[in-house]
């Protein structure tokens, strides 16, 4: 049952679950916030590449238009609705989030439609590939190969510049860090761009999946992320990419063992491991980390 | 008259409901090395906080080298020239020595310039070359405290404010922090000292100030302090301590 196949499925699931967890965890790394608009810059990404298609730009610039609008819009929210309450309470940052949330889904509701609409993404997306007998989507080896790259640039920015250590030093002791002459604004608008961008990375491959995209695009997303930082830990980087590959491989598991009859409830085999593992390890698979410092 | 470089005037302030100082007022000359002393809770730290920009006072001013920094952002603040050694040390755990030191210097860094302070760095601690690439959490307790020291001087500060430095250090190596002071400040550095260990801190003040329940007691220079208090009652307990009261 472990083909070449398999393998390959679960690491491009596994890459773009981690991609997912990453991105929500850097913010909650610095805000000790769980960003629930964060699904919400992936269907951006969605309906960006929908109105790329719409004026006609070429396939290259949709990618990045698409990744663009997830970075702006994640950096405006952090500017518009983050940080007024900021220095209030955890529980009015939580429910800004969800706020922002809503908001973003019904500003496309209204500005575009209720209904989903198609995504058209380059053709080598829905290519496939034969490799040793097995036949793979070209998508799939793309977002490995893809993760791979944008993983890489993230552990070079946190570890050697000194936007990085500002934005550990931020996670682990934030009001130290300010101390340090590193302004708040600044690691924070940094933690929403490169979150942003993560999300927008991965909503291509998302919206790439189904070809389309609609305003509650963004609900399934978040919970793959959220659930994957809380297996994985949800103190670091690692941990979210640790819980990504993890929460994949789980997901290919259950897929080829369940009877067919069974295949319906994969999400609630899933969510009951998840529930398991959680009580006997609650800190996640990767436990070190920060401290609980809030912004304050 | 010249004016002190570090003026903190009548300031009040407060965790939420709960009211910390109320009405502090102090001064630090250039090149003078100045103590607050006080049991816990008398606001010693938390008037630190208040002139780091930390906490927000409810009214007064801070003026430091001419200029009102009342309110302003800490990370402003540090720019002007006040570097904090904060209470517990506050070591980025998970960074390296290398990069706390580079953080600490995050407020005035120059390229040309870094190299040579790390240098200096070196002399003062040299256990912090040794440790360069080690995480500053598996540093000991005395290493971390002068890890945090050099953190703050990579900042080129002119104001440098320690909160409890020697708290929770062995006897050996609350020497080799008191013996550090008296060498910054003959290197002509301005020094704010929050201290527990009075007779110790009065050992290396020009002058000092006492503070109980939020508001200075005492203050005169660091004879007259000893002069004027008896500091083991003060310290030690009993119903003077308990009532913020000195036996004057």
Redesign the interface.
Known sequence: MINLEFVINTLSLGSLYALLAVGLVLVYGILKLVNFAYGEYLMVAGYAIYLSAIVGAPWWATLIIAVAASMLVSFLTEIAAFRPVRTKSMDALLVTSFAVSIFLQNVVLLAVSPRARAVPLPDFFSKTVVIGGAVLPLRNLLIIATTAVVLALLSFLMKKT?LG??M??AA??F??????????NFVISAAFLISGFLAGVAGIFWVGRSGSVDPLTGAAPLLIAFIATVMGGMNSPIGAVVGGFVYGLLFNILSITLPASMISYRDAFMFAIVVLFLLFRPEGIIR???TEERVG | MTTPMLKVDDIHASYGAVRALHGISLEVNEGEVVALLGINGAGKSTTLKSI?G?LRPTSGSVTFLGEDITSR???KI??RGI??V?EGR?I????TVE?NL???A???YHRDRYKADLKEMFELFPILEERFHQPGGLLSGGEQQMLAIA?ALM?HPKLLMLDEPSLGLSPAITDDVFALITSLRERGLTILLVEQNAERALEVVDKAYLLANGLVEVSGTADDIKKKVDIASVYLGGEDAEGGEVQL
């Open positions: 000194v250590m500002a550990r030093a682990d002791k009001t130290t860090t300010r101390l340090m002459g590193v302004p708040a070190r980390g920060y | 780091t930390v952002s800490p990370e540090v720019k570097s904090l904060p506050e980025f755990g998970a960074l990069e580079r953080l600490g995050f407020a005035s953190r900042a």
